[in-house]
């Protein structure tokens, strides 16, 4: 008995020794305390298909650009006489025309503007989808760890019920307890072996999706790590919230998206004013009316031409439904901006959650825990106390580590959740 309360107590020092030790770095804007999950959110911004997908539409966005800034092509019309009245060539018989439209003033300029806007828009929904997809590795990484961390304590427990076992055959030896501590016993070991079981199982999903995001085989390891307790956040509610509003890439999509639809309005009402064009017409001595005279020579016609907008129906249109997108931008954002305050809330809660149950845990109801589990102990090894009380307060015990594991996650999670919405980790794409 002596061997197993002061494995419990090693076992409880030790856990309390590595939290002493071990450094509170805040994982928030990327300053995480897990080197391992760093290198996994690297690869994870390197290799997941999805994000190369969003780059490459990207890429094309931005190329589109480059057609909007260029003349429509110009316009060859080749005409050939078969019947003139008079022929002295082939070559004479052909007519030749070029003639190049120009719409108004500013109106490419204003397209080439409006794509290049669109294309931006483009690189902060890949900068949003990027944060979304780096807050699901540290979320699932988390899980992992809490996963192995309570099989860890699990297999920890299952060592010191075999040494309770030992001890509870020893006294049925001699007479001073019953069959039925012996059951008992053996019955709870069934029933941790169980729950290590479960917990392994429970790992197989939680590495195939880990491994799914950075792009690897389902089956592959994942390293992992036991779950810290974080410091307090750096900033006060109000001042994450600030963060929010100007980092998180939603809101610069949202604004890209706003200047591209000015730019079309502009395109629009440009597109309402005449366009024009000029060409250049090349008739052979022997084409049409030219044949009659014999001595006339080849003959060069200056042409231009205007595109007169008389029906506004169109126009008027295009400006209505840019004005309609430009209002549903407007509401987006009104939108975005209560989601992410909610969720700001919703995870600031869990975090103060986290921090009350771990310092309840550590201060209070663990510590306790184990005393009970002394004083226990020791009536039972003196015949002063029942079996079924010590076995009560063991899986209370278990239950509280387990309990502490994953308000310990839970915090992380929360600073994950919170690094999202204010744009944390995020990496800008190279220009």
């Known amino acids: 008995m002596a061997s197993f309360t002061n494995a419990l107590h090693a076992q409880g020092f030790e856990s309390s020794q590595n939290q002493e030790n071990t450094p509170l770095n805040l994982p928030l804007l990327g300053e995480t305390s897990y080197p391992q999950l760093e290198e996994y959110l690297r690869i994870a911004i390197e290799q997941n298909p999805e994000l190369q997908s969003l780059q490459f539409l990207y890429e094309a966005e931005r190329e589109k650009a480059q057609e909007f800034g260029v003349l429509p092509d110009p316009e060859l019309n080749i005409n050939y006489d078969f019947n003139p009245m008079m022929s002295e060539s082939q070559l004479g018989r052909f007519s030749v025309s070029a003639m190049q439209m120009f719409p108004w003033f500013g109106t490419l300029g204003s397209k080439k503007e409006a794509q290049k806007f669109l ?95 950075l792009n690897r085989e389902t089956g592959e390891e994942v390293v992992s790590a036991e779950p810290q307790q974080q410091a307090e956040l750096p900033y006060s509610a109000e001042e994450i919230a600030e963060l929010a509003k100007n980092q998180n890439p939603v809101f610069e999509t949202l604004s890209f998206q706003e200047s591209a639809l000015q730019q079309q309005e502009r395109t629009a009402e440009l ?54 997108r430009l209002q549903a931008v407007e509401m987006e954002r009104v939108q975005a901006k209560n989601r992410i ?29 184990r005393q009970v589990l002394d004083i226990l102990s020791e009536e039972y090894t003196a015949g002063n106390a029942r079996f079924d009380e010590l076995l009560q307060i063991q899986r209370e015990l278990l239950d509280l580590e387990f309990e502490r594991v994953e308000a310990v996650v839970n915090q992380n999670k929360a600073i994950a959740r919170v690094e999202r919405l204010i744009g944390g980790l995020g990496n800008e794409l190279p220009d």
Do not use: C, H
């Open 341 to 369: 305050s909610s969720d700001l809330e919703s995870a600031q809660e869990t975090l103060r959650s986290s921090n009350r149950s771990i310092e309840l845990l550590d201060n209070e109801l663990i510590p306790r825990a």
């Open 271 to 324: 597109s309402g004013r005449p366009a024009f064009g000029i060409g250049l017409e090349v008739m052979g001595r022997d084409f049409g009316p030219m044949s009659m005279f014999p001595d006339s020579k080849e003959s060069f016609i200056g042409m231009a031409t205007i595109r007169l907008p008389i029906y506004r129906s169109r126009t008027k249109s295009q400006k209505q439904q840019i004005s309609s």
């Open 119 to 213: 294309a931006e828009a483009r690189r902060t929904m890949i900068n949003s989808r990027q944060l979304e997809i780096l807050r699901d590795i540290q979320i699932t990484w988390f899980d992992i760890a809490e996963v192995e961390e309570q099989i860890r304590i699990a297999d920890e427990t299952f060592k010191l019920v075999g040494d309770l076992e030992q001890l509870v055959e020893i006294r049925y030896e001699t007479a001073r307890t019953g069959q039925a501590d012996i059951l008992r016993i053996q019955m709870e070991k069934q029933r941790i072996q169980n729950r290590i079981e479960n917990l392994e199982d429970k790992l197989r999903p939680l590495r195939a999706r880990f491994n799914e995001l």
